[in-house]
């Protein structure tokens, strides 16, 4: 991208707004149309997602995509986040391609900030969330069912209250609804697999003289699964240079992270079939035998789905209406990922151990002999001698380091079952000519069960690792504390010294099957008064409009793992912890809109328009409680100088009050990502500062120069919330402008620009940063070990890296600190072509970014991820997202292709960590080299996708799509380029295509 100042982009880009050449679609065809296109409709009143206002046209003054009915069935979707996520204001959160990562949830992310950010909407209601940090899993809403859906991005707190900082997604469902309507859809990828189910029923009528509706919905979806195996190019797992390799926890070869005396070096060592002992590389990237993590992996997650809606309303009288709404769903999903290992955890053996071989035992009692606390090492880091022998020399027993893939209990498999359901009633009105009023109450609850199985626990294999003969040749489990070596009662010893020796008595007593069931309990009541005002401004005829209200809602979470899982014990899974936290929050807030012109010359209309909220929040956890306010608002101003054009303009302060699990979550262990530890290996020896630090943070001197490697780039964590974190604030911009002329039928263009800014953000520092904040001299002057952000690494005193057991790893529990910036320029282009049969249609909408930064932290690094992606950026952040629908309707006849562009994105390290030369060593280079990687850059994408619809009668409407129409495969980067959740398979199947070409078929019919 050319580096051209900030005004200067943004003067060219709303110059080609304008200048843009007339492409067209009808209204309906396009993936998302601007609001206003809609405003030519005779609209007698309605209220736009973003304000609570009664308008007299569908205008908004901040941007808002409209998602209609046609765009949703013309997709063959099975949840609507398929077709939400290929839209350009949306980042590619969690859905059916995430797997290693996945809680079982389909979930939104509006500008890249964050789905706990984006506010689901259902009629203009808040929607149950699935878990305590209030995110929507929109699995639960009925595609079948929406009647639109309305997208406005940028802060909408003053309107909706907390968690609109990105946005709303406001789902609208149909009513009024009369007669039985069926659809139906199959779908399968060319491979012959990933086969799709659907089927719903909606059947709706009248009653009371007409002066009530009934609409009744039930769905079952059904998806099955697609493995990394079932792929070419991700059957095998890859490095940077797409070589073969995986984790050095080789399948079923046990690998010793350490050396004997005698071997040369500092390394690895491993037991070969026989069960003797030797020197390996295996703790190197070119290890032949690592172990191959892809396959047991998904591309596409199971899922099974039934819903079930209920939708009411009934004129009470002509002034009053009851309005109601139902709504259950059960979801189940199942994530797969390679199996569990030893992780190089630290175990103490005994050297006369029955399962060793004679020559492994030799190796082992040389070993205890000489268990060291001051070794001496040589000038290329040999271990040449000991100044100091441990306490624990001779003893019998020795430490080691071990690593294992444990393939014989199966892949890990968490299988997740989300129940939700939701009840809203309430009365609408008139109370006085142009005075409307609204009271509602509405309840829902989520309750997941979660199972985790196939796991390892730590405590047994620790256990079965210390044995023994008794006088019968039995092999029993002894304490190594206990000198007249005692049976542990029902312990079963295992033999792990080599490939193929865990037996079936074995894998039963470590095998270790969790579960976890979580509910959330949402209550929220409200009222509210709109209408006009008896004020009319001298230059406007429209009096002035307002809306006022109150609300009240509580949130109550809570986490139940069972003791095993709470203790910590599994050695993948990790442990979860108890959460009970609730909170109250009390607001009023009020809107005001001002027609300030109208019909003048140069002015056909100008209005402007404010909002206010002011929130009270009170938390408890436990013991502990909190209690704060916050206030949020806009205000914006639209103007039309003639008919046909309108500029508009948008400023509001945003709120999001901390969610149950940010207040509530004790410190627990968990699994992070992080790429280079400063202290592994042989990186400190010879700096001796760095050395010392090391030291100091808690490397044993022992394993100075020999600290474990980061495996598979994770680690452990500490994942913790906060009772006393505050809200976070943001401040969102929207300027821009909405071209339809009448001299130009069918034609619609708009552009804006958005920029959204979080300051205190709740944030979990990454795993690197906390790392780095520690030991780069930059951020941590002097290297003193009490830096705030050294307290929080936690060594293993074995090892010295950040793997272990659940009381070592990397502190990243959540502060206010971050700042994050989403800025960019959205166009939305439209035009229909009549031609002597049919009309021909294109519809564009497209986002430019122009900064993409997160700052964790005031002393580190503010990261500009603008088509960027890797271990900073953990998803694509690429430049242009654009997609294009071209469409051709004849009669009942609707034939679309929609093209999809993603632009380059690069290695982020390359550009945010860039070759040049090292202050502290002349003639050094240091940094990120371009060579490192096979693919330093990711180019530019494009996918295409045809759709079908055959409307026959008025019965029966058959569709039929092909996506990935030329079966392009994603761009292959390997298994190490990013974050584990977001690149997966050796590549990013949330943003690329890693199914192939798949084919779909529905039929809907109307009775």
Known sequence: MTDLPLRARLSAL?????????????????????????????????????????????????????????????????????????????????????????????????????????????????????DSQNIVDVNMIPASLLERVEVITGGASATYGSEAVAGVVNFILKKDFEGLEVNTLYGVTQEGDGQRYGFDVTAGGNFGGGRGNVVVNVGYTKQDPVSQADRAFSRQSKNDLLLPAGSFSADEATTLYSSFPGDPGLGCTQFDAAGNLFTTNGCADDNPVEYNFNPPNLFQLPNQKWTATLLGNYEINDRVEFFTRGSFANSRTTTEIAPTATFFFPYTINTDNPFLSASARDRFTLADQNECDEPVFDDLFNLVGCDQLAATAGDGFTDVLLGRRLSELGPRVSDFENTAYQFVGGLRGEWAENQRFEVFAQYGRTSRNQRFVNDARNDRVAQALVAGLDGDDNAFCFNPADPARAPIAGCVPIDVFGPGRLDTAGQDYIRANLSEINSVDQL????????????????????????????????????????????????????????????????????????????????????????IRYAQYENSTGSSSSDFNNTSFKLGADWAPVDGLRFRAMFQRAVRAPNLREIGLPSTSGTGDLGFDPCEGTNPLGNAALTQLCLDTGVPPARLGSVVSIIA??????????????????DTWTVGFVLQ?????????????????????????????????????????????????????????????????????VDVSLVNAAVETAEGIDFALGYTIGLARGELG???????????????????????????????????????????ATSWRSGGLTLQLDTRYLSPVTKDTIILDPLRPD?????????????????????????????????????????????????RDPPIVGDFYGGTAENSGSTYPSVYDALGRAFSVGVTARF
Request: glycine residues 10%; aromatic residues 6%.
């Open 741 to 809: 002329p009448e001299s130009v039928p069918g034609l619609t263009a708009s552009v804006d620009w958005y920029r959204i800014k979080i300051e205190d953000g709740i944030t979990q520092i990454a795993e690197q940063n906390v790392v780095n904040a520690c030991y780069d001299p930059a951020l941590n002057p002097g290297l003193d070990p009490d830096n705030e952000y050294c307290r929080r690494l936690r060594r293993s005193p074995v090892g010295g890296g950040f793997q272990g057991g659940t009381e070592v790893g």
């Open 842 to 884: 294109f519809n564009l909408q497209a986002t430019y970014t122009l900064e993409q930064a997160l700052q964790d932290a005031s002393f580190l690094p503010n990261n500009d991820c603008t088509a960027l992606v890797g271990e900073i950026c953990l998803r694509p952040r690429n430049e242009w997202v654009a997609l294009l």
């Open 713 to 730: 780039g994770q680690v452990n964590n500490f994942l913790g919330g906060n009772p006393d974190l505050r809200p976070e604030e943001a």
């Open 524 to 611: 929220v009541t409200g009222g509210s008064l709109n209408g006009s005002l008896p004020l009319t401004v001298p230059l406007a005829t429209t009096p002035v409009g307002y809306a006022v209200g109150v609300e009240y809602r509580r949130e109550q979470g809570e986490n139940r793992p069972d003791d095993l899982y709470k203790q910590g014990l599994a050695l993948g899974y990790g442990a979860s912890s108890d959460v009970d936290a609730e909170i109250d929050i009390r607001e009023v807030f009020g809107e005001i809109l001002v027609p300030v012109v109208q019909d003048a010359r140069f002015a056909r209309a100008i209005n402007v328009e404010g909002g």
């Open 919 to 967: 202050p502290d060593n002349p003639g050094e280079i240091i940094g990120t080299d371009p060579a490192n990687f096979a693919k330093p850059k990711i180019n530019s994408y494009f996918r295409f996708d045809l759709r079908a619809q055959l409307d026959l009668n008025e019965t029966w409407t058959l569709r039929a799509t092909i996506d990935n129409l030329l079966d």
């Open 14 to 130: 709303l110059l080609a707004g304008l200048l843009a050449p007339p492409l067209a679609v009808a209204q309906e065809d396009g993936a998302a149309v601007p609001v206003e296109e809609q405003s030519r409709e005779e609209v007698q009143e309605i209220v736009v997602t973003g304000s609570r206002i009664v308008r007299q046209e569908l205008t908004a003054t901040s941007p808002i995509a409209v998602i209609n009915e046609d765009t949703i069935r013309l997709n063959n979707p099975i949840t609507v986040e398929e077709v939400l996520r290929r839209l350009p204001q949306f980042a590619p959160a969690i859905g059916g391609q995430v797997n290693n990562g996945n809680a079982g949830a389909a979930t939104l992310d509006l500008r890249n900030l964050g789905e706990e950010r984006t506010l689901v909407l259902v009629d203009g209601k808040r929607f149950v969330p699935y």
